[in-house]
C-alpha cells in the first residue's frame, strides 16, 4: 500500500522567514503528488500538483513544491511566510488512480 | 458560485441510530468522495464515485453506504452508526479524474456517536 509520511506535526517560523513543509511518499513508478491547506472550520484548498515535468510546481498564495525523486519527496515552500498562511497542510499522493492518499498533516505556524 | 455543501454541518446521534449525510456539488463533476479526518491520521478516503451508478470502496468503507443515482449528489450512510464512527467528514468533487485533477472539498460535517 502506498504511504505518505509528513514527519513534521508542527512547523514554526517567523513572519517574512522562508518555509518549508516537508513530504515523502512511497515509490510508484510515476506519483500524482498534491498539497491542500485547510484553514480552522473549513474544507481543504487545492495548493498545488505534481504530475509530470519540471520538478519545480508554482500553485497558489505564492507556494511552490520541489519533486525529488531520488529522495522520494515533495516539500513545500515558500520564499516568505504570512501569518495568513498559518493552517494546516497535507500532502497527498494518488493511490493507483483515483485514490488519494494523504499524509498526517503538518500545522504551520507563522508567528508576528 | 460552485461550490460543494454538505448537511448537516454538526450531528450527534447515538449508537445503531441510522444517519445519512448528504452531498451536493454544483460543477458537474463526474468525481466524488468522501473521507473523514481524524487527528494524526490525515483524511482516509472511505468510498469514491467516478459517475453515476458508479461506486467503489476506499481505504476505509466498513460500516458506510453510499449511493449515486444523480451526478450531483453523493450521499454518506451509516446503517448502524458507532463510538468509532465519530469524526469529521467531508466530501469532495473533481472533474473526471482525481488523480489529475484538484478535489473541491465541501465545507465538512463533525459527527459524534454516543
Known amino acids: 500500500a502506498q504511504s505518505v509520511a509528513q514527519p513534521e506535526d508542527q512547523v514554526n517560523v517567523a513572519e517574512g522567514n522562508p518555509l518549508t513543509v516537508k513530504c515523502t511518499y512511497s515509490v510508484s513508478g510515476n506519483p500524482y503528488l498534491f498539497w491542500y491547506v485547510q484553514y480552522p472550520n473549513r474544507g481543504l484548498q487545492f495548493l498545488l500538483k505534481y504530475i509530470t515535468g519540471d520538478n519545480l510546481v508554482k500553485g497558489s498564495y505564492g507556494f511552490e513544491a520541489e519533486f525529488n525523486k531520488s529522495q522520494t519527496s515533495f516539500h513545500l515552500k515558500k520564499p516568505s511566510a504570512l501569518v495568513s498562511d498559518s493552517a494546516l497542510y497535507f500532502c497527498?499522493?494518488?493511490?493507483?488512480?483515483?485514490?488519494?492518499?494523504f499524509g498526517g498533516g503538518t500545522r504551520l505556524m507563522v508567528k508576528p | 458560485e460552485a461550490q460543494v455543501t454538505q448537511n448537516p454541518r454538526y450531528l450527534i446521534t447515538v449508537t445503531g441510530k441510522k444517519l445519512t449525510v448528504t452531498c451536493s456539488q454544483n460543477?458537474?463533476?463526474?468525481?466524488m468522495s468522501w473521507y473523514r479526518q481524524d487527528p494524526g491520521l490525515g483524511l482516509r478516503q472511505i468510498y469514491y464515485?467516478?459517475?453515476?451508478?458508479?461506486?467503489d470502496k476506499g481505504d476505509v468503507p466498513e460500516g458506510y453506504k453510499v449511493s449515486r443515482k444523480e451526478k450531483r449528489n453523493f450521499p454518506l450512510i451509516l446503517e448502524s452508526p458507532s463510538p468509532n464512527q465519530t469524526s469529521l467528514y467531508f466530501c469532495?468533487?473533481?472533474?473526471?479524474?482525481?488523480?489529475?485533477?484538484?478535489?473541491?472539498f465541501g465545507p465538512g460535517t463533525r459527527l459524534t456517536v454516543l
Open positions: 460543477m458537474n463533476h463526474e468525481y
Open positions: 497527498a499522493q494518488d493511490n493507483a488512480g483515483n485514490m488519494l492518499t
Open positions: 469532495a468533487s473533481s472533474s473526471g479524474s482525481a488523480t489529475y485533477n484538484e478535489q473541491f
Open positions: 464515485s467516478m459517475n453515476v451508478e458508479v461506486t
